[in-house]
Nanobody
Framework: VQLQASGGGLVQAGGSLRLSCAAS????????MGWFRQAPGKEREFVAA????????RYAEYVKGRFTISKITAKSTVYLQLNSLKAEDTAVYYC???????????????????WGQGTLVTVSS
């Protein structure tokens, strides 16, 4: 599976961005697509995930109500809508693909086999 992330940029606090992740070659009904982020000097952390079949989702507590993950199956693309952005949301955002339980395995980086190149989100305060 090849993943291409895009949509990052510079935005003021309170603003919005939409990240995209185009997947090619190998998604299936068992695929889970996830978004993670990594700020300078910090570990990569889970943001959100969506199951390719059925569309069930899971979010990190700190983004609930602000971020929304969605997909368009026909385009093999997953989106992450970022609203009410805060300075602490500044990070490189990565999309990833794997298969496993969305409630447990897929909230950890180790649950994913494939990673995109990352897209930088910078929120100015």
């Amino acid at each position: 599976v090849q993943l291409q992330a895009s949509g990052g940029g510079l935005v003021q606090a309170g603003g919005s961005l939409r990240l995209s992740c185009a997947a090619s070659g190998g998604t299936s009904s068992n695929t889970v697509m996830g978004w993670f982020r990594q700020a300078p000097g910090k570990e990569r952390e889970f943001v959100a995930a969506i199951k390719w079949s059925g569309g069930s989702t899971r979010y990190a507590e700190y983004v609930k109500g602000r971020f929304t993950i969605s997909k368009i199956t026909a385009k093999s693309t997953v989106y992450l809508q970022l609203n009410s952005l805060k300075a602490e949301d500044t990070a490189v955002y990565y999309c990833a693909a794997g298969s496993g339980l969305i409630s447990t395995t897929m909230v950890r980086p180790s649950g994913y086999n494939y990673w995109g190149q990352g897209t930088l989100v910078t929120v100015s305060s």
